[in-house]
């Protein structure tokens, strides 16, 4: 990945003016949402979502030839106009998607001249429009699946796509991947039946499995945490694991005793762990610990929920957002930045490369963090007290200009996303 002929190609198509988009004027607009996948990131500003980095399989939604882009382009439809009034963004793999007033609009993991097109088929050649969350899961080496809540069922949940683990909860693996959205369901009752998950508030997707937070019968008190694909490595969170374990339909997250973990507030689907938000704000992470990516101290991977600590008698506490990565986590506590795991590509933002078995405070160079998300590589990071000024940050890996500052130079430091046709800093 780091080898010379890597960057001098990249410089290459570079230099050739592969990746270059003209951009707009830049004016003030509060940044809502930034997503990563591997080796590229994407934001939104104003309703229009620009994206940076690799763009070999339609990463960027810009209709360009193959190559890289170090700086922020903008999504574009088929007949090249701007895709506008985008509401939040979800990335995994090489693809990603984007809400729009109820629908799903998605890009990437299919071929380099790729741009933003209507996804979320129902029978009858209807497409979803009440679409209220979103979550993309998959991996560069395997086929990406898409979830949605719509708000018109119930609140459950649809998916589509990659299903070879489950991910999708139909209680099934049946290839190919189904392209029509169908409905996430749950064991319930004696005898046992399937029926839709309804009521759910949020979802996150990771490599091959999915998790939702769903309504306790008190909204107020929070929620419950449902979790279906692979389990390999205890990730579901149901005290099971091994090579062959998956949870074909959505299953709660409970204790070794059977209790159901409330009081909730949000999930994060990381690559092969999961970690939830509670409203006490402290964070529970079950799965693969070999890398420390739970933060308890020890390589240690559980398939029931722990509380993550920042020594090892202190629980951390303080929390208002969590994000799974692929061998690491991250939060905002505070508004600074926290991680734990490991830090192969100094991607904690703390000009070092040392790993964290606890969470620790990582980033100095920004305050006030409102956002951020991470993938194996990066972390990106929106700050900024006023919405008007927010900008988006990066930091780790750039050898495909995914730090967004139009360069391939990694850095142990956040740095500016910019734009690719001027320079100015984003957004």
Same mark, same amino acid.
């Given at each position: 990945?780091?080898?010379?002929?890597?960057?001098?190609?990249?410089?290459?198509?570079?230099?050739?003016?592969? *990746?270059? /988009?003209?951009?707009?004027? #830049?004016?003030?607009?509060?940044?809502?949402?930034?997503?990563?996948? +591997?080796?590229? *990131?994407?934001? #939104? +500003?104003?309703?229009?979502?620009?994206?940076?980095?690799?763009?070999?399989?339609?990463?960027?939604?810009?209709?360009?030839?193959?190559?890289?882009?170090?700086?922020?382009?903008?999504?574009?439809?088929?007949?090249?106009?701007?895709?506008? *009034?985008?509401?939040?963004?979800?990335?995994?793999?090489?693809?990603? !998607?984007?809400?729009?007033?109820?629908?799903?609009?998605?890009?990437?993991?299919?071929?380099?001249?790729?741009?933003?097109?209507?996804?979320?088929?129902?029978?009858?050649? %209807?497409?979803?429009?009440?679409?209220?969350?979103?979550? #993309?899961? @998959?991996? =560069?080496?395997?086929?990406?699946?898409?979830?949605?809540?719509?708000?018109? /069922?119930?609140?459950?949940?649809?998916?589509? $796509?990659?299903?070879?683990?489950? &991910?999708?909860?139909?209680?099934?693996?049946? /290839?190919?991947?189904?392209?029509?959205?169908?409905?996430?369901?749950?064991?319930?009752?004696?005898?046992?039946?399937?029926?839709?998950?309804?009521?759910?508030? @949020?979802?996150?997707?990771?490599?091959?499995?999915? !998790?939702?937070?769903?309504?306790?019968?008190?909204?107020?008190?929070?929620?419950?945490?449902?979790?279906?694909?692979?389990?390999?490595?205890? &990730?579901?969170?149901?005290?099971?694991?091994?090579?062959?374990?998956?949870?074909?339909?959505? +299953?709660?997250?409970?204790?070794?005793? $059977?209790?159901?973990?409330?009081?909730?507030?949000?999930?994060?689907?990381?690559?092969?762990?999961?970690?939830?938000?509670?409203?006490?704000?402290?964070?529970?992470?079950? $799965?693969?610990?070999?890398?420390?990516?739970?933060?308890? @101290?020890? %390589?240690?991977?559980?398939?029931?929920?722990?509380?993550?600590?920042?020594?090892? =008698?202190?629980?951390?506490?303080?929390?208002?957002?969590?994000?799974?990565?692929?061998?690491?986590?991250?939060?905002?506590?505070?508004?600074?930045?926290?991680?734990?795991?490991?830090?192969?590509?100094?991607?904690?933002?703390? =000009?070092?490369?040392?790993?964290?078995?606890?969470?620790?405070?990582?980033?100095?160079?920004?305050?006030?963090?409102?956002?951020?998300?991470?993938?194996?590589?990066?972390?990106?990071?929106?700050? @900024?007290?006023?919405?008007?000024?927010?900008?988006?940050?990066?930091?780790?890996?750039?050898?495909?200009?995914?730090?967004?500052?139009?360069?391939?130079?990694?850095?142990?430091?956040?740095? =500016?996303?910019?734009?690719?046709?001027?320079?100015?800093?984003?957004?």
């Amino acid at each position: 990945m780091r080898s010379t002929w890597l960057r001098f190609f990249v410089c290459f198509l570079l230099i050739a003016g592969v *990746g270059v /988009q003209r951009v707009p004027s #830049v004016h003030a607009a509060t940044v809502t949402d930034v997503s990563v996948g +591997t080796y590229f *990131g994407c934001a #939104v +500003t104003a309703g229009s979502v620009y994206c940076w980095g690799r763009h070999d399989k339609g990463q960027l939604g810009s209709n360009q030839a193959p190559g890289v882009s170090a700086g922020a382009v903008r999504v574009v439809l088929s007949d090249d106009t701007p895709l506008t *009034g985008v509401s939040q963004l979800a990335s995994n793999g090489d693809k990603t !998607c984007a809400l729009k007033s109820g629908q799903v609009w998605c890009w990437g993991g299919s071929y380099a001249f790729d741009v933003a097109q209507r996804n979320g088929s129902l029978s009858g050649g %209807q497409y979803i429009s009440d679409a209220v969350s979103l979550a #993309v899961g @998959g991996s =560069s080496n395997g086929g990406p699946h898409v979830c949605v809540i719509r708000s018109s /069922q119930s609140r459950s949940i649809w998916c589509w $796509g990659n299903n070879n683990s489950g &991910q999708l909860g139909l209680n099934h693996t049946r /290839q190919p991947a189904d392209s029509l959205a169908r409905q996430v369901l749950t064991s319930s009752g004696t005898p046992l039946s399937f029926v839709p998950l309804t009521n759910a508030q @949020g979802l996150s997707a990771g490599g091959y499995h999915t !998790c939702a937070t769903v309504a306790m019968a008190n909204p107020k008190l929070g929620n419950y945490v449902y979790c279906w694909g692979n389990n390999g490595y205890g &990730q579901i969170g149901n005290g099971r694991s091994g090579v062959t374990e998956k949870a074909l339909t959505a +299953t709660q997250l409970k204790t070794a005793a $059977g209790v159901a973990i409330g009081a909730i507030s949000s999930v994060s689907a990381g690559f092969i762990h999961t970690c939830a938000l509670m409203k006490n704000t402290e964070v529970m992470c079950w $799965g693969y610990g070999l890398d420390y990516q739970l933060g308890q @101290g020890a %390589q240690t991977s559980s398939s029931r929920a722990l509380s993550v600590k920042t020594d090892a =008698s202190t629980k951390l506490t303080g929390v208002t957002a969590v994000d799974a990565g692929e061998k690491f986590t991250c939060a905002i506590k505070n508004t600074d930045i926290w991680c734990w795991g490991t830090n192969t590509y100094g991607q904690f933002g703390d =000009s070092l490369y040392i790993p964290a078995q606890y969470a620790v405070r990582t980033v100095t160079t920004i305050l006030d963090v409102v956002d951020i998300d991470t993938t194996k590589y990066n972390v990106c990071a929106v700050n @900024g007290t006023i919405a008007a000024s927010r900008k988006v940050y990066c930091v780790g890996d750039n050898d495909y200009g995914q730090l967004g500052d139009r360069s391939l130079i990694d850095s142990t430091v956040h740095v =500016s996303v910019r734009f690719v046709g001027n320079g100015a800093t984003f957004p």
